[in-house]
């Protein structure tokens, strides 16, 4: 395993927020909790695309995750 970067994290959640992939859900008056933490969830698009890049990803030669 290797450490997370936070930074990374985030830069990726805001692609798939622009996307229309995941949005987040603008608790507090900046869009962050007491602890700082913004919360994102999936977008019924992004469950589409979810499931459409599990069922590449698996392939007929690889098992399901």
């Known amino acids: 395993m290797w450490p997370l ?3 990374q994290v985030y830069k990726t959640l805001g692609r798939l927020e622009r996307d229309g992939l995941a ?6 008056q900046d869009g962050r909790e007491k602890t700082g933490q913004k919360r994102f969830r999936i977008t019924p698009r992004g469950e589409e695309a979810l499931a459409a890049w599990l069922a590449h990803a698996a392939g007929p030669d690889l098992p399901a995750a």
Not at 23 to 28: H, I, K, L, N
């Open 5 to 7: 970067n936070v930074g």
């Open 23 to 28: 949005e987040s859900d603008g608790a507090g």
